[in-house]
């Protein structure tokens, strides 16, 4: 998977949270992101996932299945876990069955009939692993995932993080607790000034046979310049799951994107919820979109 010349604001005249990112990811990294609060390590992370477009360069080559965990799982939907988790296995063309094994490896039969809107943060925070397990995922996103667990789940992740990449696939990780700061094998990122660095000190990049490569770029700009390119003026939809994009075009218009309405609840960051809540439905999306999920 390849970011090029990948730049991303969230509306004109705004500051560029990344510029002219180039970054590749191939099969079987592990990816640790770090970075001070605010320095666009979620917004890279959407854009990863596809759930954001970029507004100018190009992903390409994404795997075709996504898993992606947001930082906070948003929990005002109205299932049980494991009516919750059901769905989502239809959304994500896997049997209802596959459930049950993330139930017990993430241990989350004792809440597996509480309503999603009375869990913890920590159960809550599993769900959203879960989620982005069940169909075994060619990429995987997971924004904060050491936050609030409990720990034994802590200890699991790094093992199912290995058990992706072991399969070949890409796992990216925003990390703010370092809970893959010794992880063999991992890349360690920095995003800082809208650029995505190798981190300081940089990990054994090569033990597993997985690498990365950066590019780099001069900073964040203001907008002082034309706005005749063809940017788009926001991040645009939201989805994941069996999402198969390839990213978008210069114009950051998708050039692939799927209906994705049952998995947009999903993947939104409650923090963000508000925000993309009012764009979704600027854009005719939102209630389609919870229709959809019921
Ligand atoms: N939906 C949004 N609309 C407008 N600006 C946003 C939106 N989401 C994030 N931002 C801004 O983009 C910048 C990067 O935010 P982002 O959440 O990606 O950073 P982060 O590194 O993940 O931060 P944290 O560690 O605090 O979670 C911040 O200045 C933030 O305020």
Redesign the pocket.
Known sequence: MRLANLSFR?ARRTPW?LHDVDLDLPPGTVAEVT??????????LRILAGTTHPSRGSVSDRPPVVGYAP?IFPVEQPFTVSTYLTRMAAVRGVSPSAIGPWIERLAMDTFRDVPLSELSKGSAHKVGLAQALLAPPGLLILDEPFSGLDAQTRAELPQLIDEVAGGGGIVVV?D?QGGLADHPGAVHLK?ENGTVRPAQPTGPLHSTGTHSSFGSNSGIHSDSESDSDSESDS?SGSGSGSNSGSGSGEGGEPTDRLPGKAVIEILVDAA?AE??ARRLQAEGYAVVIRTEVR
């Open positions: 969230y949270v970075g001070r609060n605010g320095a666009g390590k979620s917004t890279l930082e925003s703010h995003v991040e963000d925000s993309v």
